[in-house]
């Protein structure tokens, strides 16, 4: 029987979708340790780690990547956006005060500029008038700004082709414009101090170099200039969240989903509110993710593995019916899905083959033999009476996690903990939470006598 093709009634509840990101580890009490690696196991069901995962619109609403990529996606609609709006107040300031012929000209040069090139060459011109003192104080005060926008548009240009280079495993290329870029909008700072969005652009460009905090101090002062642009909000709560600061972080996604109705925004202040023990609260912002964004896989998964890990059962299976109905292309719930139904304790949601088949088709949909994956594989065999090959994979598994530097030694005892169970021919369950919305810990695993 294929994943795709079973029926409600041949498995109670189908819980399938497809996705390459990594998975949850089990021991759920971790989810109170802080932030988790992003390379966590398959039967940790608790909010994804997150990496920085900002929003990374630019200041001028630019798109914004999804589940934390760290790209900078600036599109065409969003370039002619910003400048529109520069170009409209560098045309308003030629009208109020008295700005030299040639600035007027250089303007002008901004309503075609597309390129790099074109920027560098506005910025070069605005340079060189900023160093003539015989200049009036009005051409300086306008060459600055006009140099500041071409700098931040210069900067853009820069983050969206390492965003690029990135994709293509150009790393060292794709850093070096990263570095450009946040050159490129610290100018664009210097000679634009109020202007918000420069200030956000910069803070975007030091969070993706790592300077979180410093990221912080310039997110800080685009709200003091935008208290409503909703983005710096979301921006410094992933900031936050990434330096384990979950308080602060879910008072950010609070403000930002008070500016906007945005289903990432309820996701980042899910993860929050789950690693801060609020879980009534954060199942609510899963599932009103997943509302939003119906169609959005990740986030369908993301409130299933929720719900998994605080024993919600029924709630999961449903959330990964959801997800798989979404994208069956989505390699994290097939193999979520695959643990959940060769480990649940409910018997109503077990059916060993296609935990099997769920498990298989996540490793093909991967090409990756991960400690998760392989788990997951193991788990399906032992509870089909396959414990010669259970044992195998989850050997293969403790190899794999051992030579992983973000194991931790809990990780490797309960990798262990199932290999010797697996060799002595028991099969793993989950164990069901004993206070209602308590995530499950870690523990020995029972025998299943009803395969």
């Given at each position: 029987m294929s994943l795709e093709s079973a029926s409600l009634e041949s498995v109670y509840f189908l819980l399938l979708q497809g996705w390459f990101r990594t998975m949850w580890h089990l021991g759920c009490s971790l989810l109170m340790l802080g932030i988790l690696a992003s390379a966590a196991s398959a039967q940790a069901f608790q909010p994804r780690a997150k990496s920085a995962s900002l929003s990374e619109r630019h200041a001028d609403d630019g798109t914004k990547s999804q589940?934390?990529?760290?790209?900078?996606?600036?599109?065409?609609?969003?370039?002619?956006?910003?400048?529109?709006?520069?170009?409209?107040?560098?045309?308003?300031?030629?009208?109020?005060?008295?700005?030299?012929?040639?600035?007027?000209?250089?303007?002008?040069?901004?309503?075609?500029?597309?390129?790099?090139?074109?920027?560098?060459?506005?910025?070069?011109?605005?340079?060189?008038?900023?160093?003539?003192?015989?200049?009036?104080?009005?051409?300086?005060?306008?060459?600055?700004?006009?140099?500041?926008?071409?700098?931040?548009?210069?900067?853009?240009?820069?983050?969206?082709?390492?965003?690029?280079?990135?994709?293509?495993?150009?790393?060292?290329?794709?850093?070096?414009?990263?570095?450009?870029?946040?050159?490129?909008?610290?100018?664009?700072?210097?000679?634009?101090?109020?202007?918000?969005?420069?200030?956000?652009?910069?803070?975007?460009?030091?969070?993706?170099?790592?300077?979180?905090?410093?990221?912080?101090?310039?997110?800080?002062?685009?709200?003091?200039?935008?208290?409503?642009?909703?983005?710096?909000?979301?921006?410094?709560?992933?900031?936050?969240?990434?330096?384990?600061?979950?308080?602060?972080?879910?008072?950010?996604?609070?403000?930002?989903?008070?500016?906007?109705?945005?289903?990432?925004?309820?996701?980042?202040?899910?993860?929050?509110?789950?690693?801060?023990?609020?879980?009534?609260q954060a199942l609510q912002d899963y599932q009103r993710s997943s509302q939003l964004e119906t169609d959005n896989a990740a986030f369908l998964t993301d409130w299933g593995d929720a719900c998994q890990c605080l024993g919600k059962w029924d709630q999961a299976n449903q959330a990964y019916r959801a997800a798989v109905a979404a994208d069956k292309n989505y390699a994290r719930a097939y193999q979520n899905v695959g643990w959940l139904m060769a480990t649940c304790p409910d018997k109503r949601l077990r059916n060993h083959e296609l935990a099997l088949s769920a498990a298989q088709k996540s490793l093909d949909l991967t090409g990756q033999r991960s400690v998760e994956i392989l788990e997951t594989l193991a788990a399906a065999n032992a509870a089909m009476g396959r414990f010669e090959k259970a044992a195998e994979l989850q050997a293969e598994a403790v190899q794999e996690a051992e030579a992983r530097s973000d194991t931790t030694t809990a990780d490797t005892l309960e990798y262990r903990q199932r290999l010797n169970l697996y060799r002595q021919g028991q099969v793993y369950l989950q164990t069901q939470p004993t206070e209602p919305n308590q995530p499950q810990q870690i523990a020995s695993a029972p025998m299943d006598t009803t395969p």
């Open positions: 589940d934390g990529a760290k790209s900078q996606q600036v599109g065409a609609a969003t370039q002619r956006l910003i400048a529109s709006q520069s170009q409209q107040q560098l045309s308003a300031t030629t009208r109020t005060i008295a700005v030299s012929t040639d600035l007027q000209q250089i303007y002008q040069r901004t309503v075609s500029a597309t390129t790099e090139d074109d920027f560098s060459l506005i910025a070069r011109s605005c340079v060189e008038i900023i160093g003539q003192q015989q200049r009036s104080q009005a051409d300086h005060d306008y060459a600055s700004s006009l140099l500041a926008w071409a700098m931040n548009r210069r900067g853009e240009i820069r983050s969206q082709r390492a965003a690029e280079l990135a994709e293509k495993g150009q790393i060292n290329q794709s850093q070096q414009l990263s570095t450009l870029a946040a050159d490129d909008f610290l100018v664009a700072v210097r000679h634009g101090p109020n202007n918000w969005r420069h200030r956000h652009n910069h803070a975007i460009a030091l969070a993706m170099r790592g300077d979180y905090r410093t990221a912080i101090a310039q997110l800080n002062k685009t709200i003091e200039l935008n208290p409503s642009y909703a983005n710096a909000y979301f921006n410094r709560a992933e900031l936050r969240f990434e330096l384990q600061d979950f308080e602060a972080a879910e008072q950010d996604y609070t403000a930002a989903i008070e500016q906007s109705q945005d289903a990432q925004f309820y996701n980042g202040r899910a993860h929050c509110r789950f690693l801060l023990g609020k879980h009534d």
